[in-house]
Structures are given as C-alpha cells and as structure tokens.
C-alpha cells in the first residue's frame, strides 16, 4: 500500500479528491507546465482527469509500483506539488515532480526527492539503480536530481517529442 512519507516540512501522502482546486492552482501555471510532457490545465476538469489518471495508474505489484504523492505543506496543509515514483524494471526506481511556481527554489522537491529515494532503497531490496529524466534547459530539476545523489549519464538531443517539439533530454541515474 502507498506509504505517507514525512520530510520536516511536508507530508507525501496520496491524493484526495479534496485536492482538486490546490492542484489546479499549481498546474494551471504555464510556468510550472513549461518543461514537462503535459499542457498548463486549462479548467479543473484537467486537474480532475490528473487525479482520476493516478486512481486508475497506482500499482501496489511488486517489481512495478507506481505512486504519486501529492506534495502536502505541513504549515499550511495546502497541497502545492507532486512526486511520483515508478519502476521502468523490477531493480530501478525513478522519480518526476512538480512544484508550484510560489514555492520554487525553497529546497521542498530535492527535500521530497530525497524522502522518496531513502524510501525506496530502505523499502525495496531489489532495487539497485534509480533514475531522473528532464528536458536538457531545465536546471531547476537538473539540480535536484544532482543534489539527490544522482549523476548525469547523458543528453540525448532530440530524443522526445513534447508538445509538438523533438527535444533534448538529459538521463541522470544512480546506482547502488
Ligand atoms: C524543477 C522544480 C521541480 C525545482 O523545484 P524546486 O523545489 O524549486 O527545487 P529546490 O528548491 O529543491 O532546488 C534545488 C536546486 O535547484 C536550483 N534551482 C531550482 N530552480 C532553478 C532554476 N529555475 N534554475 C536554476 N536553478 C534552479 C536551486 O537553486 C537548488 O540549487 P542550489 O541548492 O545549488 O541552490 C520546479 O521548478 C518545478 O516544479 N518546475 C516545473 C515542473 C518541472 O519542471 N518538473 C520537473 C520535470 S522533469
């Protein structure tokens, strides 16, 4: 069962449908949207699709889980970001997040990475390598991969294709 992690200012625990409007006030922000694979939302049917997406994707199966934890601030209990964890092959892990643009460059994602990979390498003996993908401009999370303990493997230039465009991408990876 998806766990609820505590970092000294959040708690990573599953979405409730009671977080429909925090996560549309994040992810309406065509700041927040921009070096991701998805659009700014639009209207909170968007964010309603987000969390009916997570509903239907969380997998408890052993070698493949998948969880995303909304990103809950413990001061305001606001829940302003989230951090998902999956597993591309039974031994790696891998991690994605986003922030709300008004808590940007406060150390909360590297804080939330860092819970994540502790707990999956305390939790998950299999797992002996965890990695981070971004578009190759984005050094906001290019650092949070660093700053968790991840180092860059390579760029693959126009390796995806993000809305419309063939982009570059950077592989960061760790391993045990
Ligand atoms: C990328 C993102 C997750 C970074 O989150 P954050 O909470 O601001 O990151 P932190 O505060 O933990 O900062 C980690 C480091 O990155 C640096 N950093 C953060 N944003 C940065 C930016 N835009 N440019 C350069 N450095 C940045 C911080 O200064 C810090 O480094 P330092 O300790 O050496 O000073 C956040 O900007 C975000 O949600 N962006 C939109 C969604 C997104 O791009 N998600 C990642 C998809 S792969």
Not at 45 to 74: E, H, P
Not at 141 to 154: A, N, P, Q, T
Request: proline share 5%.
């Amino acid at each position: 069962m998806q766990p609820t992690l505590h970092t000294p200012r959040l708690t990573l625990e599953p979405f409730r449908q009671s977080d429909l409007e925090d996560v549309f006030a994040y992810a309406k922000d065509p700041a927040v949207a921009e070096m991701v694979t998805w659009p700014a939302h639009e209207s909170v049917q968007d964010s309603q699709a987000f969390l009916d997406w997570i509903r239907q994707s969380t997998s408890d199966t052993k070698g493949n889980l998948f969880y995303v934890w909304a990103m809950r601030l413990n001061e305001t209990k606001k829940t302003i970001g989230s951090m998902s964890f999956s597993m591309p092959s039974p031994e790696t892990g891998q991690f994605d997040y986003a922030l709300a643009r008004t808590h940007w460059k406060t150390g909360l994602t590297t804080e939330a990475a860092k819970c994540v990979f502790d707990w999956a390498f305390n939790t998950i003996p299999e797992l002996k390598k965890f990695q981070a993908m971004c578009i190759e401009q984005n050094h906001g999370s290019r650092r949070v991969m660093e700053k968790v303990g991840l180092s860059l493997k390579e760029v693959r230039e126009k390796s995806m294709l993000v809305k419309g465009n063939h982009v570059d991408i950077a592989f960061y990876s760790f391993e045990k």
